[in-house]
Antibody
């Protein structure tokens, strides 16, 4: 079965940087669409970024210019480089696989367990 | 402020039926499929409905989905205490070039 395992979360000061990883198994990241979705404490789901199998990337306006999504096909791993972090970026970050992986977007059929990012001084 | 609008909460008694609405616009629900997710406390979201009305393997037929114009609805029949969770709708927004979610609906089974 598909497994997605996030890591890299932690406490970071405002203005700092952090890189999250999402290691995939039973799915090839280069052949699928994968997104980062976050959830602030006590709040709803917020889509952050998406990378298509062809390499195109999309970002939510709230993170555009600060976050970069990428992948390492040799490691079958997805990354989210987060720069210029703000307190409002505090959230659990999930990676999620698009079960259709065609067209613009299908649906998220597999999710990781999430990794917590806390931005605070 | 979410692009898709859901009621903050719904409630019903065990065994009863409940519906959760998700309202959008022509650029999202009006032109793209909708998916629904269930999130139990402290866990990652789980796919319940995709392509507006299809159920993944393992999801009981107590859960159903529909879409009409710029709105979508999740229906749950035969409510169980284990259905108490937050429910989210999601889709692609063609104007924003972004995945959008509803604000979530908390289901209480009284």
């Amino acid at each position: 079965e598909v497994q997605l395992v996030e890591s890299g979360g932690g406490l970071v000061q405002p203005g700092g940087s952090l890189r999250l990883s999402c290691a995939a198994s039973e799915v090839t990241v280069s052949n699928t669409y994968i997104s980062w979705v976050r959830q602030a404490p006590g709040k709803g789901l917020e889509w952050v970024s998406l990378i298509y199998s062809g390499g195109s990337t999309y970002y939510a306006d709230s993170v555009k210019g600060r976050f970069i999504i990428s992948r390492d096909d040799s490691r079958n791993t997805l990354y989210l480089q987060m720069n210029s972090l703000r307190p409002e970026d505090t959230a659990v970050y999930y990676c999620a696989r698009d079960g259709r992986s065609s067209g613009w977007f299908g649906y998220f059929d597999y999710w990781g367990q999430g990794t917590l990012v806390t931005v605070s001084s | 402020q979410s692009v898709l609008t859901q009621p903050p909460s719904v409630s019903a008694a065990p065994g009863q039926k409940v519906t959760i609405s998700c309202s959008g616009s022509s650029s999202n629900i009006g032109s793209n499929y909708v998916s629904w997710y269930q999130q139990l406390p402290g866990t990652a979201p789980k796919l319940l409905i995709y392509d507006s009305y299809k159920r993944p393997s393992g999801i009981p037929d107590r859960f159903s989905g529909s879409r009409s114009d710029t709105s979508a609805t999740l229906g749950i029949t035969g409510l169980q205490t284990g259905d108490e969770a937050d429910y989210y709708c999601g889709t692609w927004d063609s104007s924003l070039s972004a995945v959008v979610f509803g604000g979530g609906t908390k289901l209480t089974v009284l």
